[in-house]
């Protein structure tokens, strides 16, 4: 399915089939499990993907116990309950509005940031809300990398997942994403996609 003009992009032709490509979102995944271990390793290569002053807002919550996924379940939209149920692994991904306290952390060279810039609870929330956006599609990516397939869905309750799993009010979901390996027939056909020039211009 290669299709890249060779010698152009530095990543391996193979490598591009399996993060873009052939890679794209599964309905139906086989009952092979996705340990902690897996996740995490996907973690660890996504987190050096880039975010404004280096905020690291993503917060994951992996839904393991039957208990946590029924809660769940019940708050998808009618057309994402059963995918949801059988997968897996589900993710849920949020936005943590507090990230500003691990800036002195992140940012050393700019301790400061964390109140001359972020300190007011608007601000945090817009940026926020944009850097752990970015990092859902960073995690997905990082997904695809390790071999599975990942399902993202925003359709959801987000008031209720937020009251059910961030009761403290400082997290957002943004995104529920469920992951394991695709089964051959969860695949949907490929939508279009728009050409180059009717999306990049030239001023």
């Known amino acids: 399915m290669t299709t890249a003009t060779p010698g152009l992009l530095a990543l391996d032709p193979a490598a591009q089939d399996l993060l873009f ?17 897996l996740i995490k390793a996907v973690y660890e290569l996504v987190k ?16 393991r116990s039957a208990e946590a996924r029924e809660r769940l379940v019940g708050l998808m939209s009618d057309g994402n309950k059963e995918k949801t149920a059988k997968a897996p692994l589900v993710a849920i991904l949020a936005a943590d509005y507090e990230f500003h306290e691990e800036l002195p952390k ?3 060279h700019f301790p400061q940031a964390k109140d001359v810039i972020f300190g007011e609870r608007p601000v945090r929330e817009q940026a926020g809300s944009f ?58 056909p490929r939508n279009p996609r728009l050409a180059y020039d009717e999306v990049v211009t030239t001023v």
Do not use: C
């Open 48 to 63: 050096y993907a880039p975010t404004a002053f280096n905020q690291q807002p993503l917060r994951v919550v992996l839904v």
């Open 106 to 108: 992140l940012v050393p």
């Open 131 to 188: 850097n752990a956006t970015l990092q859902v599609g960073y995690f997905i990516l990082g997904i695809r990398a390790a071999g599975l397939a990942a399902g993202p869905m925003t359709g959801f309750d987000a008031a209720g997942i937020d009251k059910a799993f961030f009761p403290d009010g400082d997290h957002s979901v943004l995104a529920v994403v469920n992951i394991g390996k695709p089964a051959k027939d969860g695949w949907f």
């Open 21 to 37: 490509r052939e890679a794209h979102t599964t309905n139906g995944f086989t009952d092979e499990p996705v340990s902690d271990e």
